[in-house]
T-cell receptor, first 109, second 114 residues
Framework: DAKTTQPPSMDCAEGRAANLPCNHS???????VYWYRQIHSQGPQYIIH???NNETNEMASLIITEDRKSSTLILPHATLRDTAVYYC??????????FGAGTTVTVRA | DARVTQTPRHKVTEMGQEVTMRCQPI?????VFWYRQTMMQGLELLAY????????DSGMPKDRFSAEMPDATLATLKIQPSEPRDSAVYFC????????????FGDGTRLSIL
């Protein structure tokens, strides 16, 4: 079962930052948070992952709260091509990913 | 960039036929995962292999599904006999265990059983 809770949908204006929240209140000390997205008809695409510290790469930033019970994925300048379903996943110690329903993000011009 | 390759991308066949889906993992990855995605169930893990040995196939219907990894460059998922309820998109992903680096997914096989 998915260990995360995400809002079912959100809209974002093109060019603005998109902040996607995720709750993972039962996360264990050594479990990582991973974010993937799935654009229609494609396989899930890895975005970013983290354990405790905030992380940034060319696609996004990941902010993890100090108690690690929640995180936020930030897309700094959303484009129409960022429209997708975004999944926040806590990977278990068997390295399996449990996908929930995710957040459907729609970027509007 | 290295990619996971899945074939075929689309498959339409009649109920009762055997279906074989293939996956070429990223070179150097030692773990292969099979997922299935439907509108009703979302993305669910069927089985996964590490160093070609099955680690967990509890998500897979055993009576008709089988997963194998004949060599390090090929993983297969077979359905025999196929049923309409098997219609779904089947994804393969590969990764490196133990490592925190992510799994990478292929673009899936879209299967329709008539």
């Amino acid at each position: 079962d998915a260990k995360t809770t995400q809002p079912p949908s959100m809209d974002c204006a093109e060019g603005r930052a998109a902040n996607l929240p995720c709750n993972h209140s039962t996360i264990s000390g050594n479990e990582y948070v991973y974010w993937y997205r799935q654009i229609h008809s494609q396989g899930p695409q890895y975005i970013i992952h983290g354990l405790k510290n905030n992380e940034t790469n060319e696609m996004a930033s990941l902010i993890i709260t100090e108690d690690r019970k929640s995180s936020t994925l930030i897309l700094p300048h959303a484009t129409l091509r960022d429209t997708a379903v975004y999944y926040c996943i806590v990977r278990d110690n068997d390295y399996k990913l449990s996908f929930g329903a995710g957040t459907t993000v729609t970027v509007r011009a | 960039d290295a990619r996971v390759t899945q074939t075929p991308r689309h498959k339409v066949t009649e109920m009762g036929q055997e279906v074989t889906m293939r996956c070429q993992p990223i070179l150097g990855h030692n773990t292969v995962f099979w997922y299935r995605q439907t509108m009703m169930q979302g993305l669910e893990l069927l089985a996964y292999f590490r160093n070609r040995a099955p680690l967990d196939d509890s998500g897979m219907p055993k009576d008709r599904f089988s997963a194998e990894m004949p060599d390090a460059t090929l993983a297969t998922l077979k359905i025999q006999p196929s049923e309409p309820r098997d219609s779904a998109v089947y994804f393969c992903a590969s990764g490196l265990i133990p490592d925190v680096q992510p799994q990478h997914f292929g673009d899936g096989t879209r299967l329709s059983i008539l």
